[in-house]
Nanobody
Framework: QVHLAESGGGLVQTGGSLRLSCAAS????????MGWYRQAPGKQRELVAN???????RYGDSAKGRFTISRDNAENTMYLQMNDLKPEDTADYYC???????????????WGQGTQVIVSS
């Protein structure tokens, strides 16, 4: 079993920065990729960024150039550094992980509980 716990959400002004953390516990050796998703009210859940165990990354269009995903494998913790935040970044942010049995093309099977980010105008 793998458990994911997000933290670091909160209220920030436009143009500010925020860093989200996701701590993985349990059988973390069964994770081959982790990522961040977000969902705003009335909108579909979207991929923000993901990172493979080897460190390769992928970003959604809204995140590229402003957000940076990273992972500390020794601590089993993933981060999302968000800079130049905009009101449209307001959403619930979810940590997710792909089990080693999954295809990279599949939806992640392991999810955290979410952390709220509010960017004021």
């Amino acid at each position: 079993q793998v458990h994911l716990a997000e933290s670091g959400g909160g209220l920030v002004q436009t143009g500010g920065s925020l860093r989200l953390s996701c701590a993985a516990s349990g059988k973390t050796f069964n994770i081959k990729q982790m990522g961040w998703y977000r969902q705003a009210p009335g909108k579909q859940r979207e991929l923000v960024a993901n990172i493979r165990n080897g460190g390769s990354t992928r970003y959604g269009d809204s995140a590229k150039g402003r957000f940076t995903i990273s992972r500390d494998n020794a601590e089993n913790t993933m981060y999302l550094q968000m800079n130049d935040l905009k009101p449209e970044d307001t959403a619930d942010y979810y940590c997710a992980a792909w089990h080693v049995t999954q295809s990279y093309f599949a939806s992640p099977s392991i999810w955290g509980q979410g952390t709220q980010v509010i960017v004021s105008s």
